[in-house]
Every structure is written in structure tokens, then in C-alpha cells.
């Protein structure tokens, strides 16, 4: 029978949920306690198909590791078991392999995920003289059981109001950045997350030709820019940065139901970094475009472009009458699963998609398991991030708009994580920039995080007690009034608003002074005023939610002893079972955004308890590592007794250069959503917000882009979610 027409099982398996009294419930346990430290990583393999479908991360120098990772697969037919392996990782060479195991799938197997036991397996090798020996244990826990809806991969789905085609037509006049007057640009055009990228052209009048869509929701993305960056191609070098243009979302509607022409001007104008986010609405990109005009032409050069919005009530009409017409082989008014795959193949994308991939993709999109996919399935399919995020999406509307896959297709672009970069989005502007990073705090991360050995020694004692140094050194200098003289350059530095700043700036005595300064009334309004059901967020911030904890240690937090036990340190026994199954905010604080929380929920002030602890850095880079950052630093707990939320718990987290956590709200009193609750001085920090289960549901863009890794930057007492709670 073939592959595609058997009927599936379905294979969930989980490392590390279990926090048990079994060896402090750690996943992995090394039984020679001799070894070295080691980068172990696990696998599972489909013995039938002799493939490995998954890997997990690695964890960085441990024998012990916590992985707190889980994964969902299907298969053609029910298998016997599958073979667990784990592997020490090298960089440069063949990972050694640790051992292997084999699991049943038996009657216990089966059933509930939450009723499903762990286990340990232990691991299997052979010594020189060729004997099995153990040779340590990983926990794990398994579901499975047939393919049905319930057992569907979870999609997130997008509301749109129009699909958004943009032709790259050429560009004109375009500006050299070789020496020697060379030219060779390609154009990175990007709306929100999703980003396209040109084929690399001579000359400075380039003809593309190139064609890419975009879903757009003018609702929520009324104040988006359409961004094109021309980019010089160096062989060997960082490609320079030709010019910059936008395209307001305002200006898309003139494309509404037919195509449009637009000339794009570009300057060196740009949101390099988060720091110039607000300097780059319309009327002062446009005033700036225009100071650099000389006869009519800037100065940078131009792009010449199409566009054609059209509604979504449209899109939806044509879009599976157009599928049908192209890939129903059978007729029968609907895409069966062999006919899908003939699809993608048609599509040139099939070799994206093996076998594994493939299902997975398929039961998103078969939502009753009928096996096949109706109308119905496939508008819903259409509104997913699955799909619109995919190379799919662009060459499935190139084929239905144009009749075949257009060789002139700009090519889907995915922004990589960078070593000593952070990517952000701009929840207002949709742009997608890097953050500035302090050169004290990239020295540290390098030094630190940056490899093997930096980690082993993050650890250490001497490294501990040299960062609290710096701290208490850094504080100190900044409580001198001397100070003062560094305030002017860390407004330029970080294009500071000083229009909203509540004080002249010759009233501030010290640079911690101004570092936490107060905001003029009104310049962060509460999100919908009179509902105290709505979440605001806490802070100005670069944002992640999580809607389970258990998603945050998956994709965000890869402390090898990140645990809520471990983060309320002395109230775990009374608080931890509360919110092990809750949800979770992580709202990061660069040393550019205002230092200043307040509460994100209408409540009465409870007990705090203060934790000390290290002063690591909260960057994301070194959050992503593991280094137990949330769980060793020091920190506050704030109980907030919330009659829409419950009991909320607001940590905040003291960083690299900030040892000064300062609660100014009087413990005992009623907040108000946005009243200011506390500050920290000098640096970086984090506040981590702790709901009980079923009390919050984050807003889903936010959803979406903390499951890519991707921090939103928000502003403190917009709305972030909304209580869900009985």
C-alpha cells in the first residue's frame, strides 16, 4: 500500500515534565559520576523506516541534563517501539554515541497525556571487549494511539483583510557603494515577520521583475510599513546597505482592487536598530527623503514597484475553485492526500517536505480526519501560520495568479539568530530590527556564553563574584553626581523621546537619577480603560508569553535547573503547584527603555519576599544558553490578589549592572492597572509575570511570535491579553 493512503498513528513523546521526588527529577542521570562533563543530545528513530525523525537540543556541559522538550510525529502504521539514543555532541567531528534503548509501545502507552507515566529507559552500550553495559538513563514519557482530531497538531491562526502582491519591477539610478563604482543589489522587502529577498543583479538600473505576497490585516496593522532594503552583494564581506524605503500601510488602500504603480524613494534613512523605531513614521521619513533630493532624484536612488491589494471575501471566493481546477485529479471536488503531495511536487517544494514533515503538515490541514481536505479545511488551512509563513503560500498564489510557478518568484527570507545580535519586532511599525547592544554587556555574553569553555566558567565562583563587583562599581559611579556628563550621550546613543520625560533635563542630579526617570501623565495610557479584564503589559519591553510554562522551557529558557520550584526559591512549597500548569510572561528590560513598572492587573498588594542571588545578564543570548539565569539571580516576589486574575506573581529580576530592585507602591494597597509599581537602576532587568491555569489568554500575535523566538517590543500598559477566568 502506498505511504500516503495508510492510515496514521500518532506519537507524542516528552522529555522532562516529571518534577517528581525521583533524583530531584532531573531527565538525564550519568551513572558513572567520574566522567566528564559532557554535551549530551537525545534522539528517536523510526526502526521500521531505519530514519531519525527528531533530536533534541543539546544541553551544555552536563551529565545530568534537563531537557524539558517534547515532540509529535506521525507514522504510516502502529510500530512496535522505536529506539531511544543519546549522543555526546562535538562540534567539528562525529557526535560519540552514549547509548541506546528500546521503548515499547504497550497498553500503557496509551490513553490521556496527563495519565501517561514517566520512566526511566536506560541506556545500553558496549565495552571494548564487546559487553552491554549501562551507561546512564534518560526519562521520557510517551503517548500513542491512532491519528484522530483531538490528536492534531495545535495551529495558530492569523485574521487578514486582504493579501497584498507586490511586483519588483526594477530599480533606478541605484547609488554604488564599491569603490571601484561596482554594482551587484539585491532588495530585501519585507512586511511584519515575513520577508523576500531578490536575486543578486549588476548594474545601477536592475530589472527583477519579481514577484511576492504578503497577508495583511489593515485592523491590527494599520500602522505597518512596507520595507525595502537595497543591499550591494560583497563576496566574502558584510553586504553594504544601499538605501532604505517605506511604503505606509495608509498608502496600500490606494491598491485596493487593482494594481497600482509606486516609485520608492530611498535614503540612508533607517530603522537600523530598535533605538530608531520611532523616528521612522511617514511624515518624518518622507521629510528627510526630501531634504536629499537633488533634481529629482535621491540621492540613494529609487525602486520601481506594483502593487494589488485584494480583499480577502475575494481570495476566499477564487482560491479553492482555482486549487480544484489545478490539482483535483479525481474530480471529486476535494484534495485528497496523494493529490496534495502531487501538489508540492508541482510546486517544487516536495523535497521540504519528507515523509514525516509531510504528515504532520497533513493532519494540520485534514482538521476532521476524513482524509481528504474540504473547502471548509482549506480556507481555515489558509489563515495559518503553518501556511502563510511557508514557501508554499508564495509559489501556491504565483501558480493561481499567473497559471504556472513563476521563475521571477522573490525567494521566502528567514532572518537567522545571530551570534552577538537580537532580532526584534515592533508591535506598531511591524519592522523587524536588531537591538542595540551595549558593548559592556556584549563583552560579558562573548566571554561568557559564547562557547563551551565561557559556559563552564559562567558558573564559577570568582566569575559570580566579579559581576556583583561590577554591578556594586558601576552603581556607585552612576550615584555621582559627576554622572550627570553621561546623560547627553545616552540620549544620543539611544534616540531617547525627551518630549515625554516629566522633568528638565537639568533637574536630574545623577545619571541613575534620569536612568529611572518618571514619564510625563498620559505618555503610557492604559489599554481600554474600563475593562480590568484586559492584561496590560508591566513595562516598556521586548516581550514572550507563554500560554503553558512548559512551552517556555521547550523554546526560551535553557537553564539546565530552570523550574518554577527554583524560581520561587523559599515559597515554592506553598506557591509552586499553583502555577506549574499556568502561564507566564518574560518581560525583558534593555538598558535604552524606560525603568519604570507598573501593575498589569487591577489588585490588592501582597506579601513580598526578596531572593538574593548572581547579577547574570537577562539577554536573550544568554537566556537561550544554559545558564540558570531567572532562577540564580537576584530577585523580588510581589503577590498581586487580583479579583479578575486570582493570585498573580510578579518577579522582578535584577541583572548585570542592576543590583537596586525598588517597590514603591505601598504593600497592603489597591492598584489600579498602569498605577507605577516599582524601578530598577542602571542596566538591564527582567519582570516574569505568573498566572494560574486557565486565568489569561495572551493575545495571539504575541503567542505566535514567542513560539519562533522572536521578543515583541511593547510599551508599558498596552494590552497584551485578556483574563479568561470564571
Request: include cysteine; charge should be negative.
Amino acid at each position: 500500500m502506498d505511504l500516503l493512503t495508510q492510515s496514521d498513528c500518532y506519537i507524542k513523546i516528552r522529555f522532562g515534565e516529571d518534577r517528581g521526588d525521583d533524583d530531584d527529577g532531573v531527565v538525564g542521570k550519568d551513572k558513572d559520576k567520574k566522567k566528564q562533563q559532557q554535551e549530551p543530545q537525545a534522539a528517536v528513530t523510526n526502526n521500521e523506516t531505519g530514519r531519525r525523525v527528531w533530536r533534541t537540543s543539546v544541553c551544555a556541559n552536563s551529565s545530568r541534563p534537563v531537557w524539558n522538550e517534547q515532540y509529535k510525529f506521525l507514522l504510516p502504521s502502529m510500530p512496535k517501539g522505536f529506539t531511544l539514543s543519546a549522543y555526546d555532541h562535538d562540534v567539528g567531528s562525529k557526535d560519540d554515541l552514549i547509548g541506546t534503548a528500546w521503548v515499547e509501545l504497550d497498553e500503557k502507552s496509551y490513553g490521556d497525556d496527563a495519565k501517561s507515566p514517566y520512566k526511566w529507559v536506560d541506556l545500553k552500550s558496549k565495552d571494548k571487549k564487546g559487553n552491554e553495559v549501562s551507561n546512564g538513563m534518560v526519562q521520557i514519557r510517551v503517548r500513542a494511539g491512532d491519528n484522530d482530531p483531538k490528536a492534531r497538531p495545535e495551529l495558530i491562526y492569523y485574521d487578514y483583510t486582504h493579501l497584498l502582491q507586490v511586483n519588483v519591477d526594477e530599480g533606478i539610478d541605484l547609488k554604488s557603494s564599491d569603490v571601484v563604482g561596482h554594482n551587484d543589489n539585491f532588495i530585501e522587502l519585507s512586511w511584519g515577520q515575513k520577508s523576500f529577498r531578490t536575486q543578486v543583479l549588476k548594474g545601477a538600473n536592475p530589472k527583477w521583475g519579481e514577484k511576492g505576497f504578503f497577508w495583511v490585516d489593515l485592523n491590527s496593522q494599520r500602522d505597518y510599513q512596507l520595507q525595502f532594503r537595497v543591499m550591494d552583494k560583497d563576496e566574502g564581506m558584510q553586504d553594504d546597505n544601499v538605501g532604505n524605503g517605506y511604503i505606509p500601510a495608509s498608502a496600500l488602500l490606494a491598491a485596493e482592487g487593482k494594481e497600482i504603480e509606486k516609485v520608492v524613494i530611498l535614503t540612508k534613512h533607517k530603522a537600523n536598530t530598535d533605538r530608531d523605531l520611532k523616528s521612522i513614521d511617514s511624515h518624518q521619513a518622507r521629510a528627510h527623503a526630501d531634504s536629499i533630493l537633488t533634481d529629482g532624484k535621491a540621492s540613494c536612488g529609487r525602486v520601481r514597484v506594483h502593487l494589488k491589494l485584494t480583499k480577502k471575501e475575494d481570495v476566499q471566493r477564487d482560491f479553492f475553485r482555482r486549487l480544484l481546477k489545478e490539482y483535483d485529479i479525481s474530480e471529486d471536488g476535494r484534495l485528497q492526500k496523494v493529490e496534495v503531495w502531487a501538489m508540492l511536487s508541482a510546486l517544487g517544494v516536495a523535497g521540504d517536505y519528507p515523509i514525516d514533515r509531510f504528515d504532520m503538515f497533513w493532519a494540520a490541514a485534514d482538521r476532521d480526519n476524513s482524509g481528504y481536505i474540504d473547502e471548509q479545511e482549506a480556507l481555515l488551512f489558509m489563515r495559518s501560520l503553518e501556511f502563510q509563513s511557508s514557501d508554499i503560500a508564495n509559489r501556491l498564489f504565483t501558480t493561481l495568479t499567473f497559471g504556472s510557478p513563476s521563475k521571477a518568484l522573490m525567494a521566502g527570507m528567514v532572518r537567522a539568530d545571530m551570534v552577538d545580535e537580537i532580532q526584534i519586532f515592533d508591535r506598531q511599525t511591524g519592522l523587524m530590527v536588531p537591538e542595540y547592544i551595549p558593548r559592556y554587556i556584549k563583552v560579558a555574553m562573548k566571554s561568557m556564553f559564547g562557547g563551551k569553555a565561557g559556559r563552564v566558567v559562567a558558573g564559577t565562583k570568582r566569575v559570580k563574584q566579579l559581576m556583583r563587583r561590577l554591578t556594586v562599581r558601576q552603581g556607585q559611579k552612576y550615584n555621582d553626581p559627576k554622572s550627570v556628563a553621561d546623560i547627553p550621550a545616552f540620549i544620543r546613543l539611544h534616540h531617547l523621546n525627551m518630549d515625554e520625560v516629566e522633568l528638565p533635563l537639568d533637574e536630574y542630579k545623577t545619571f541613575n537619577e534620569f536612568f529611572y526617570r518618571k514619564l510625563k501623565p498620559g505618555a503610557r495610557p492604559v489599554a481600554e480603560p474600563d475593562d480590568n479584564k484586559v492584561l496590560v503589559s508591566p513595562a516598556d519591553c521586548r516581550l514572550v508569553v507563554f500560554e503553558q510554562i512548559s512551552d517556555a522551557t521547550d523554546v526560551w529558557i535553557k537553564g539546565d535547573r530552570f523550574t518554577i520550584e527554583a524560581l520561587l526559591g523559599p515559597r515554592a512549597d506553598e506557591l509552586a503547584d499553583r502555577y506549574n500548569t499556568g502561564s507566564m510572561a518574560i518581560c525583558r528590560l534593555a538598558p535604552q527603555d524606560y525603568h519604570r513598572w507598573h501593575a498589569p492587573v487591577r489588585a490588592t498588594l501582597g506579601r513580598r519576599t526578596p531572593i538574593d542571588g548572581e547579577l547574570y545578564t537577562v539577554n536573550p543570548l544568554a537566556i537561550n544558553k544554559n545558564v540558570n539565569v531567572f532562577t540564580q539571580n537576584k530577585r523580588e516576589l510581589c503577590e498581586f490578589e487580583s479579583e479578575e486574575f486570582g493570585k498573580v506573581i510578579l518577579v522582578a529580576v535584577g541583572a548585570t549592572m542592576v543590583a537596586s530592585i525598588n517597590i514603591t507602591a505601598e504593600d497592603g494597597s489597591v492598584v489600579e492597572r498602569g498605577d507605577l509599581h516599582g524601578y530598577f537602576a542602571f542596566g538591564g532587568s527582567t519582570i516574569i509575570l505568573l498566572f494560574e491555569q486557565n486565568t489569561v489568554q495572551f493575545d495571539k500575535d504575541l503567542v505566535s511570535r514567542s513560539k519562533q523566538r522572536l521578543e515583541t517590543l511593547v510599551t508599558a500598559n498596552s494590552r497584551i491579553g485578556i483574563c479568561i477566568r470564571d
